[in-house]
């Protein structure tokens, strides 16, 4: 698919690549509106869409019902706060052996998973001593 260039979709994505909190589209929005103060919310997310589509960028469903963004497309795992819910990227190795991990009955061949932790992050450890 050919596009024509976007100067909007351009600036969101380079606003995607400065961040590394994993934005919602409404936090994309507020931020790319100062550059471009008379582009509507819907713009926003259906060039989100689009990126995530082309695979540019990738959309995280997080189960809290609000799509999140990443401009990281490497295979890498994502920490979800349960008190905070803040989005973490997760420097550790990649399950590269998931076919030998699912085990001998499992005739089929696993080709990727999406894969979030949860738990306390290391913010709200802090705050929230074990007693």
């Known amino acids: 698919m050919i596009l024509k260039y976007s100067k909007q979709r351009e600036a969101i994505k380079e606003f995607l690549i400065t961040r590394k909190d994993h934005p919602t589209a409404d936090v994309v929005y507020s931020h790319v509106r100062d550059v471009y ?12 869409t689009l990126l995530a589509d082309l695979g ?4 995280l469903r997080l189960g809290d019902g609000i799509d999140h963004f990443d401009a990281d497309i490497t295979s890498h795992y994502h920490f979800i706060c349960t008190e905070c819910h803040k989005v973490i990227d997760l420097d ?39 007693s």
Request: proline letters at 5%; glycine letters at 10%.
């Open 92 to 130: 550790m190795e990649l399950l590269s052996t998931i076919n030998e991990l699912a085990g001998a009955n499992f005739d089929g061949r696993i080709s990727g998973h999406i894969t979030y932790f949860y738990g306390s992050c290391p913010t709200c450890t802090k705050e929230t001593p074990l």
């Open 56 to 59: 540019e960028i990738t959309r």
């Open 37 to 48: 103060p008379n582009i509507s919310l819907g713009t926003v997310y259906r060039n989100l």
